[in-house]
C-alpha cells in the first residue's frame, strides 16, 4: 500500500492528465488510470473524426503511459449516462431558448460521479484531473480556487461539485503554470505532448456546428421552427430567422438579414419563436438571477455579499452585490452593466480566488 493512498486519475491522453498522473506516481501515491468514453462521433453524422476525450489514438496513449509507468488502467464506458444526461440536457436548452454549458454539466453530473463510482469499487482514496484550479479544506468545507496560471484556471467549470466530491478530490496542476507542465512532459520523455495543440471544442460537437448537431439528433426539427420572426425590442418585425434553436444570445453573425450596422441577437422567445435583435449596448445588462444554484465555500451566501460574477469562462469577472432571492437562488446587481448575460450560462460568484458557487442564469427581463 502506498504511503499517500491510493488515487484514481482521469487519463484524457493529453498532456494535462498524462502530467497529472506521472507527478501524483512520483510523489508516491498508488495510481490507477483511468479513461472516460463519453461519446461516439460517428453516431451522430457528422463529418469530422473523433477528437479529445472520444479519440481512440488518446485512449492508446493514456493507456500507454499508463503501462510505460507500472501503473494499471482502464476504459470507463459512460455514453448512456452521457447522452441520457449532457446530450439531452444541451438539446433541452436550445429548444427552450437558452444557451447550455454541457462541460459544466458533464463535471457536475456525469463525470465525477462516475469517477467516484468506480473509485470506490477499485478502493481508491482519491480522484484526480488535470485541471487548472485548487481544493483546499476551510472552517469544515473543501473550497475551490483559482490556478496559479490565471490564462489557464478551470474554476469556472467546477463551480457545480458538491462537497463529497471535493473532499476526494486532487488537482495537482493547479499550483503550476502551463509552461511548466509542457517543461515536465519533455523531461519525461514526452515531446509530441508538449508540442500537442488543446481542443476547446465540445466534445461530442468537434465541429463546432451545434446547428448541425440539433438537426440530426431531433426529428423534424427545422419543419417545427422554420417561419419565426426577427422583432427589434418594440416587437417590430424585421424579417424571418431560420428557427429560434439556431441562435443565441449575442449572435452577431450568421444572422442573414442587413440594416447598414452590426446588430445583434438580444433575446429568444421559444414560445413564439421570436428572436429579438438590437444594438450592441441591448445586450448589457444590470442583474441577473442565478438558480439550480451549488454553494461552495459558504454553506449559505451573506446576504449583500460583494463578489466577482464570471458569466463565461473566459470572463473576466464583473462586480457584483449578491442578494438571496425568495426562490431560493440569487439575484445579482452588477456595479457595472455586464454584457451578454445569457439564460442558460453558468454564473460563478468568487471572492478574490475563492469560488464561493454558481449557478444557472435564468431570464433576466420579460421578453417578446
Known amino acids: 500500500m502506498s504511503r499517500r493512498g491510493k488515487v484514481m486519475v482521469a487519463m484524457s491522453g493529453g498532456i494535462d492528465s498524462t502530467i497529472t498522473a506521472l507527478m501524483l506516481h512520483d510523489q508516491g501515491y498508488e495510481v490507477v488510470g483511468i479513461t472516460m468514453k463519453t461519446w461516439d462521433y460517428a453516431s451522430s453524422g457528422g463529418g469530422k473524426k473523433e477528437t479529445g476525450c472520444c479519440n481512440l489514438d488518446s485512449f492508446n496513449d493514456a493507456r500507454a503511459a499508463a503501462v510505460h509507468h ?38 457536475t453530473h ?3 460521479r462516475a469517477l467516484l463510482k468506480k473509485a470506490n469499487a477499485l478502493e481508491c482514496d482519491f480522484i484526480a484531473t488535470g485541471h487548472y484550479a485548487k481544493i483546499r479544506e476551510e472552517n469544515n468545507r473543501f473550497v475551490i480556487s483559482k490556478g496559479t496560471d490565471e490564462t489557464k484556471d478551470q474554476s469556472y467549470v467546477l463551480w457545480g461539485l458538491q462537497q463529497d466530491l471535493l473532499s476526494r478530490t486532487l488537482l495537482p496542476l493547479g499550483d503550476y503554470r ?7 512532459a519533455l523531461d519525461y520523455g514526452y515531446p509530441e505532448l508538449a508540442s500537442k495543440s488543446e481542443s476547446y471544442e465540445i466534445c461530442f460537437v468537434p465541429d463546432n456546428d451545434y446547428r448541425g448537431f440539433l438537426k440530426r439528433n431531433v426529428s423534424g426539427l427545422e419543419d417545427r421552427v422554420k417561419g419565426g420572426n426577427f422583432v427589434d ?25 442587413t440594416f447598414g450596422k452590426p446588430v445583434y441577437v438580444t433575446a429568444i422567445s421559444p414560445e413564439s419563436n421570436t428572436v429579438m435583435l438590437g444594438d450592441e449596448e441591448d445586450l448589457n445588462k444590470s442583474e441577473a438571477w442565478v438558480q439550480r444554484l451549488n454553494l461552495i465555500k459558504y454553506d449559505r451566501i451573506p446576504e449583500g455579499l460583494e463578489s466577482s460574477v464570471k458569466i463565461r469562462y473566459r470572463d473576466k469577472g464583473t462586480p457584483g452585490t449578491l442578494h438571496n432571492a425568495e426562490n431560493g437562488g440569487i439575484k445579482v446587481q452588477f456595479h ?15 471572492e478574490g480566488d475563492d469560488v464561493l458557487g454558481g449557478g444557472i442564469i435564468q431570464r433576466y427581463h420579460t421578453l417578446i
Open 336 to 350: 457595472v452593466e455586464a454584457k451578454g448575460v445569457a439564460p442558460g450560462q453558468s454564473a460563478v460568484f468568487y
Open 70 to 107: 507500472g501503473f494499471p488502467h482502464f476504459v470507463l464506458d459512460i455514453r448512456e449516462e452521457f447522452g441520457d444526461f449532457v446530450i439531452s440536457n444541451f438539446v433541452d436548452e436550445y429548444l427552450g431558448g437558452r444557451t447550455p454549458n454541457p462541460c459544466v454539466m458533464c463535471n
Open 178 to 184: 502551463k509552461t511548466a507542465i509542457r517543461q515536465m
Open 110 to 112: 456525469i463525470k465525477w
Open 233 to 257: 425590442k418594440n416587437g417590430n418585425i424585421l424579417g424571418q430567422h431560420k428557427g429560434y434553436p439556431f441562435y443565441t444570445v449575442g449572435q452577431r453573425k450568421g444572422l442573414d438579414i
